[in-house]
């Protein structure tokens, strides 16, 4: 599995959630919202360190990853994180 951060993305996680380098942001399946992947189940995320990652990537010296227990919330298909002005929080972009 294939993750992308964006700049806009890294700078709102730095900004509003105050990570920085050795950090770690776990992305995960969560009941409850919506998805266009998984009816019922949303997108959560938490700072904690990757135990079995299903795929990973390190950005500014910190490490976004997805847990291979959480393969069927994403199962064929990759990540891409940004920001949504808009709403001023990260959007997600599930590629298949």
Request: glycine fraction near 12%; charged fraction near 30%; hydrophobic fraction near 30%.
């Amino acid at each position: 599995m294939k993750i992308e951060i964006t700049d806009r993305a890294r700078k709102w996680f730095e900004d509003e959630v105050g990570i920085g380098k050795g950090d770690s942001v776990r992305f995960f399946g969560k009941y409850g919202g919506s998805s266009p992947i998984q009816t019922g189940f949303s997108i959560g995320i938490e700072l904690t360190a990757p135990q079995l990652p299903l795929g990973s990537i390190e950005v500014d010296g910190v490490t976004y990853f997805v847990e291979e227990a959480d393969e069927w919330y994403f199962r064929g298909h990759d990540l891409k994180v940004d920001y949504d002005e808009t709403l001023d929080e990260p959007s997600y972009e599930y590629i298949s």
